[in-house]
Structures are given as C-alpha cells and as structure tokens.
C-alpha cells in the first residue's frame, strides 16, 4: 500500500532537492562532532582516574616498604638506646 502511494508522489526537482540533502549531510555531521565530542571527553575523564589510580597504587606499593624500614631504623635506635 506504501508502494503505491510512494509511487504516486512526483519526485523533488533537483533544484528544490539540493537545500535538503545539503540539510541532511549538515545535521549528520552535527550529530557525529556531538558524538566525537562526548566521546573524548568521556576518554578524558578515564584517563585522569587511570592515572590517579596507578599514582595511588604506586604509594601503596611504596608506603609498606617505607615503613619497614622506617620501623627498623627505629627498633635499632631503641637497641642503641637501651644498651647505652
């Protein structure tokens, strides 16, 4: 039924077709620079908690060691201390 009512309509001169396709491609390129757009702030955004997550990981892997030796140093110190 749609084909037969499709098949009636006269088709756009090309002159008056033009401003349409023009129109066309202009929203299709809006809705894909939105979308570009959206994207590499979301790309963004995952980038800064990656890096604040490795950054967190990093003093974590460093704060035990740190505090080894730290708590060493001062075991060592109390032993001098206390021998003296």
């Given at each position: ?5 499709l ?6 001169p090309?002159?008056?077709a ?11 390129f809006a ?12 790309l ?11 950054a ?14 730290g708590s ?6 109390q032993?001098e201390s206390?021998?003296a």
């Amino acid at each position: 039924m749609a084909a037969l009512v499709l098949g009636e309509l006269p088709a756009l001169p090309l002159h008056e077709a033009g401003k349409y396709v023009a129109g066309a491609y202009v929203v299709l390129f809006a809705i894909v620079l939105i979308y570009v757009a959206i994207m590499a702030i979301r790309l963004s955004r995952i980038e800064r908690e990656l890096g604040e997550l490795l950054a967190l990981s990093e003093r974590s892997a460093e704060a035990p060691a740190g505090r080894e030796q730290g708590s060493a140093q001062q075991e060592s110190a109390q032993r001098e201390s206390a021998t003296a």
